[in-house]
Structure formats: C-alpha cells, structure tokens
C-alpha cells in the first residue's frame, strides 16, 4: 500500500488485506515495516518550514491541514478532513483515522517542538485565490507544492441524499517525497528490479510511481496528468473495480511472461 494516509489509518486497510511487510504512508514520507512495528524510513517537514507554510495560511484565510505521523490537524471539518470524519463513521473506534480538531493549528504546532510533519494540504473553493496562495508557497524553499490544477470532488451521504462538494487542493511535502522515492528505497529490500513493478493509482500523487513503474496504471477516472503517464488505463472506475481489473489482467499477463505492447 501507498498512500498519503497517516499511519495508523494504514495499518487497518494492511491487516484488511493481510498485507504483512510494507506499507508507505504521507505519500512516501514513512515507510513502515509492519512485521517489527517501526518506521524504517522517513522524511518530514522541517518544523520551521511548517510554520512558515502555516503563518503564509493564516495571512491569507485559506484553508490547510497538518497531516503528522500519527493524526491530522484541522480546525473544521470540512473538504479533505470531513471525507475522513464522514469514513470514520463507518468504522470501530480501533481503526478510525485520527483527526485533532483545534483552535489554532499554529499555536498546537508551536507547542509541539517534536512534531513530525508528513504533509500540508491546502483547500479553497475559489480557484483565483486558491492560485494566488500556490505560487506564494512555491516561493518557499525546501518544500515541493503537489502541482494540481484541477477540482477535487466529493461525495457524501446525508440521509438518503448524495451531497456533492468541490474545492481545489494541494499537497505540500519536503522535496523528493513521492511514492516513487519510497518504493525505490524498498526495491533492494525486497530484491526487485524497477521493471518488475506495477504501480496502480488514480490520483495526482500516483503521477511518479505510474510514470517510472515497470507497468504504470491509471485508474478510468484519473486526472489528465496521470492518464497521459500510465502504460494501461483500466475499463473500470474506482467504484466499479478498476483496481481489481488491474490486479487480475497482471498478474496473469505476468504469469504468462507477456509484456505490455
């Protein structure tokens, strides 16, 4: 698994799958080792780059998170984090993803000195200043900013309703993490070669691993930037199996020594 979830919000979709090695978390900020229970790479935020990314935030009233090793810093739930709460209630208070809601998220990060940062998302509803704040945070050094152009969408139940909700994000990151980076620090460990990897994904953190993957798929669905990179784009969206389509077409293809045209 790799994705930009916290850990312990990782861990219950490995032990649903029986997933027992590896797993990356923060979008490749952590690599976890399941079987010992520790982390055996990581790459954080530095902490004075996350106040800086904060305050920048706070100036200009648009909304972020603060994703850390262990849970999520919010102060509303609302866009990213209410897809979270609205999954939490879903699940058992074991394996519930962690959200802190707080008065200030400066003020929380100033009074945790050992803060571990995986990543910053950044959300507003209005693309003219959803752009303006980017090219501000790409003026920082040290960070890479996810380069998104497009609306995420969401749906949530509400009773019996489907309610819709769009906003423009990004992610923020310390420079050279990805999924690729994570997974090429594990290739010597579990002794494969790049071209023996296949990498499935249908969002704009995928775009890396699909990209340098010895077979990159695309989900039906995916952005533009991650369509354009995938070797193989799935007959299925997410909600009909494209995942499972991927993982079936494969493996038998692997079984058969047959390589993608």
């Not at 995938?230 to 494209?242: C, M, P, S």
């Amino acid at each position: 698994i790799a994705s930009g979830r916290p850990i312990d919000s990782i861990k219950t979709i490995a032990e649903e799958i029986n997933s027992k090695k590896y797993f990356i978390a923060g979008n490749g900020a952590i690599i976890y080792d399941i079987q010992k229970e520790k982390i055996i790479y990581e790459k954080y935020i530095p902490r004075e780059k996350v106040l800086e990314i904060i305050k920048m935030c706070e100036e200009n009233s648009i909304s972020y998170n603060v994703y850390t090793d262990k849970t999520i810093l919010s102060t509303a739930l609302k866009y990213n984090v209410l897809y979270y709460y609205k999954e939490n209630l879903k699940k058992d208070a074991n394996k519930i993803t962690s959200i802190i809601k707080v008065d200030s998220i400066l003020e929380y990060v100033k009074n945790e000195p050992n803060i571990k940062c995986l990543k910053i998302t950044v959300c507003d509803e209005n693309q003219t200043i959803f752009k303006s704040i980017v090219r501000r945070l790409r003026a920082i050094e040290n960070i890479d900013v996810m380069d998104v152009s497009h609306m995420s969408r969401k749906v949530f139940k509400q009773g019996t309703e489907d309610i819709e909700i769009g906003y423009f994000y990004t992610e923020i990151s310390s420079t050279q993490v990805n999924k690729w980076q994570a997974i090429k620090y594990l290739l010597p460990i579990l002794q494969i070669k790049p071209e023996e990897v296949i990498g499935i994904g249908d969002n704009i953190n995928d775009k890396e691993m699909i990209e340098n993957a010895g077979i990159g798929v695309a989900i039906n669905g995916s952005y533009k930037d991650v369509l354009d990179k995938a070797n193989y784009i799935t007959k299925n969206t997410v909600k009909t199996g494209g995942f499972a389509e991927a993982v079936y077409k494969f493996i038998e293809m692997w079984g058969r020594k047959e390589c993608i045209q």
